[in-house]
């Protein structure tokens, strides 16, 4: 291949996989960035067509085409007619696509590639990694959550043949595809932030999410394992791995990186969470982060523990992360009505876990006027009853609550303050029409709680915080 500082051609990547090209097309710079959804299509980069169990992306070429798309990648017998850029046609274009993006990666010989999984924080803790190792190295990850066997491939094909470390999220909803993940791109470096009751419709129960996260610890380059050491199922699992990588616990009294003194607070309208990391050689550093929740403490002590397994101090690392802010729908804090009220956007995910530390950490704000809207938590298949019934005591104390979906409805007795309501628009009406000083929206995120959140700021001026 090129100089490192150049793009291969796609002729050189796609010879990775046996496939040939011809010669107009093939001395042509392999695109920097690829995506699936043609409303990600930037200009020069790649849009490959899926064909989905509802959509079918062979349809949107043109949009892909608008946007400025320099190569199409298309299953064979689909290419458009009168293309102005280079297509290729492959036999099945996510497996194919994942094919190639393992091949870049083993041709690469990247010297870390970092994978972060788990139930919950995992975006985070990626985002986290991502701030305190890029003051370093040459880092290459993902610019949001690409946690799937075709995020992954587009991540690792965008990668630049400089790269020092790549990371990686591994998502998964039923066993095996942790595994799959591991073996197309093995890391070097893993984590697991938590092991809880999460896509259960596919694993089946807790014992079943725990077998399909550790499937990460089987990547035959594995150095590093971190895990949180308060997890009991998880650390259980660690202990019976045996010593094949070096392994670092970080979580509570007894772990070899301690979180002390976690504190959040509201100054104003803006979060602020504080805590101190200690390792067992005794260097500790605080840290300082406007994030939402003492819960958040974990992801930023994991890019703290990793940073410095790679050469990085404590107090570099609490530096680096100072200025860390919430993702969107994680944790983000809108600030509206020039500062009157708050609307907390963690708004992407729902979990039995991430719901109880958000919901906890709402009850707990000494501020008058707390509403919450709130989206039923899926695929929890069984339990999925058991599971919201047992968050109804941390509704106490809200004076207004606003249930989106069935789940909700079945499992809840109606009670003042209550609203039970089907959709997002229903409960955008609510929030509208009510009087409140803080606001949490959470929820899974097939439910487009999202847009409650884009309505409200644009309607009162929010900002982030």
Request: charged share 25%; with cysteine.
């Amino acid at each position: 291949m090129k100089s490192l500082k150049e793009r291969p051609s796609l002729g050189e990547m796609f010879a990775l996989i046996g496939k040939s090209l011809p010669e107009e097309a093939a001395g042509r710079p392999f695109p920097a960035h690829v995506a699936t959804d043609s409303r990600c299509v930037e200009p020069g980069g790649a849009f490959v067509a899926l064909e989905g169990e509802r959509v079918d992306g062979h349809r949107y070429v043109p949009q892909a085409l608008e946007r400025g798309a320099g190569l199409i990648v298309v299953r064979r017998g689909k290419r458009p007619d009168e293309l102005s850029v280079p297509c290729v046609e492959l036999e099945e274009p996510e497996q194919d696509l994942a094919r190639l993006a393992s091949a870049y990666l083993r041709h690469l010989e990247v010297p870390e590639v970092v994978a972060v999984t788990g139930s919950v924080g995992k975006t985070t803790t990626r985002a986290a990694l991502q701030q305190v190792l890029g003051g370093r190295f040459r880092l290459h990850a993902a610019t949001r959550s690409l946690n799937t066997r075709i995020g992954c491939a587009c991540t690792v094909l965008a990668m630049p043949q400089d790269a020092e470390v790549l990371l990686l999220e591994f998502g998964a909803n039923k066993p095996g595809e942790i595994l799959e993940l591991t073996n197309l791109f093995p890391p070097t470096s893993a984590a697991i932030t938590q092991v809880a009751p999460v896509h259960l419709e596919g694993f089946g129960s807790l014992e079943g999410v725990l077998r399909g996260k550790m499937e990460i610890v089987r990547s035959p380059r594995l150095r590093r394992f971190l895990y949180n050491f308060d997890c009991l199922p998880l650390r259980g699992a660690t202990l019976g791995m045996g010593r094949t990588a070096e392994t670092l616990s970080i979580g509570g009294d007894g772990a070899d990186c301690c979180i002390e003194a976690p504190r959040f607070e509201m100054r104003g309208n803006r979060p602020e969470l504080t805590f101190h990391l200690r390792k067992r050689d005794g260097a500790t550093a605080r840290f300082s982060a406007g994030v939402w929740g003492t819960h958040l403490a974990l992801p930023l002590a994991f890019a703290a523990a990793f940073g410095g397994l790679k050469g990085i101090g404590l107090a570099e690392c609490a530096e680096a992360l100072r200025g860390f802010q919430p993702l969107e729908g994680r944790g983000r804090i809108l600030s509206l009505d020039g500062g009157r009220r708050f609307l907390v956007d963690d708004a992407y995910n729902a979990n039995p876990e991430s719901m109880r530390a958000s919901l906890a950490t709402f009850g707990e704000l000494q501020v008058e006027g707390k509403m919450a809207i709130l989206g039923e938590m899926r695929e929890m298949g069984r339990e999925t009853l058991h599971y919201h019934r047992a968050l109804e005591p941390l509704l106490n104390g809200l004076e207004s609550v606003v249930l989106v979906g069935d789940a909700w409805r079945s499992a809840l007795s109606e009670r003042p303050g209550f609203a039970f309501v089907r959709d997002w628009q229903e409960a955008l009406q609510i929030a509208a029409g009510t009087s409140w000083t803080g606001l949490l929206v959470k929820g899974s995120n097939s439910l487009g709680l999202q847009n409650v959140v884009q309505s409200l700021a644009v309607e009162h001026g929010g900002a982030a915080s």
